[in-house]
Every structure is written in structure tokens, then in C-alpha cells.
């Protein structure tokens, strides 16, 4: 009965550091802890998607870039990333551009903290309710942080994020979820 118990409990281990998050405070329940760009933003009581704060980043005039972020190394024998969040807009104006709009976007960097590429994995204009976006990507090799950018870019108008999640993947995990991208089958 003991070893039962004692396996039980090692796979509950393995099952939940398998999926752990990467994003520290990614649901905004400790204010902007783990956050830099504090100035560009506010906790949003009010208008949340679960728990008991979003984040907010709006402005009026001046269409600059605002944003928060997080850096955050990658844990060894990471192959892809899971990287997800809720997002809601309020009258984010239209840009020529289609990057100027709300939206999260992780950048990999190397060793030395340069940018190696960057993948957008939500994004909005308008007014919209939240909207759940979730992208699965391939690490760079030569990768070995992210950063998670929350940004209202070159535009205004208001943005929310909550639950904002990074999830580590091993290279048998990524192939279980993009079957297409596993050359075997």
C-alpha cells in the first residue's frame, strides 16, 4: 500500500512541474509583483477575467508605446513554449500598422540578453470582450530567456490582460500537440 501511495504521489509531482507556469503573478492577485513598466500600467478590480485583479494600460493622446513585461529564464530541456493570456479592449484605435494594437508578445533572447525573434501570440483593436488567446512556439536553440511584453503599442485606448500563463514543453510534448510538425507520422 505504501508503494502505491509513493507512486501516486511521484506522478502528481511529475504532472504538475510538467505544467507549471512560468509567468510569476500572471493573474495580477499581488498587485504588479514581478512586473516592470509599473508606470504604465494599473490593476483593474472592476473589469477582471477571473480572480480579484487585471491589469489595465490605456492612454488618450500620444499614441506611445506602453507596456509591462517579464523576464524569465528558460528552464533546461525546454523545446517550445505554451504561452497564453485573456484579453480585452476598449476602443483601441485602428493604425495602418497592424502591430499598433493591444497585445502580448514574447521575445527570446540569448545568453547575452540580445533578441534573437519575437512572436506575437494575441492581439486587439476596437472594443472587445475577453478573448482567449493561446500559441504554441518553438524555442530558438540558441535561446535561454523570454520576455512576456503586455503592451498597448503606438495607439490609443485601454487593454486588460489577465491570466497570462508561459508553459515549458519538451520537444515529446510539443510533437503530441503539433502532430503535423512531427516528421515520423
Do not use: H
Not at 505544467?19 to 503573478?25: A, G, W
Not at 499581488?30 to 487585471?54: Q, V, Y
Amino acid at each position: 500500500m505504501k508503494t502505491f501511495f509513493f507512486f501516486c504521489s511521484l506522478f502528481l509531482i511529475t504532472i504538475t512541474n510538467a505544467q507549471t507556469n512560468l509567468v510569476k503573478n500572471g493573474g495580477f492577485e499581488t498587485d504588479l509583483l514581478n512586473w516592470r513598466g509599473e508606470e504604465n500600467a494599473a490593476l483593474s478590480p472592476l473589469e477582471k477575467k477571473s480572480g480579484k485583479n487585471s491589469v489595465a494600460i490605456n492612454q488618450f493622446v500620444g499614441a506611445e508605446w506602453k507596456a509591462l513585461d517579464q523576464i524569465i529564464t528558460l528552464p533546461k530541456n525546454s523545446y517550445a513554449l505554451e504561452v497564453s493570456a485573456w484579453i480585452k479592449s476598449d476602443a483601441i484605435e485602428t493604425q495602418k500598422e497592424d502591430y499598433k494594437c493591444g497585445a502580448i508578445i514574447v521575445e527570446f533572447t540569448n545568453s547575452g540578453d540580445k533578441q534573437i525573434s519575437t512572436e506575437r501570440i494575441g492581439q486587439a483593436i476596437g472594443s472587445t470582450n475577453w478573448t482567449y488567446f493561446k500559441k504554441t512556439v518553438k524555442i530558438p536553440a540558441e535561446a535561454k530567456k523570454i520576455r512576456i511584453m503586455l503592451a498597448l503599442a503606438q495607439t490609443n485606448g485601454t487593454v486588460f490582460f489577465d491570466d497570462v500563463k508561459a508553459i515549458s514543453l519538451s520537444e515529446e510534448e510539443y510533437l503530441k500537440l503539433n502532430p503535423i510538425a512531427n516528421p515520423e507520422k
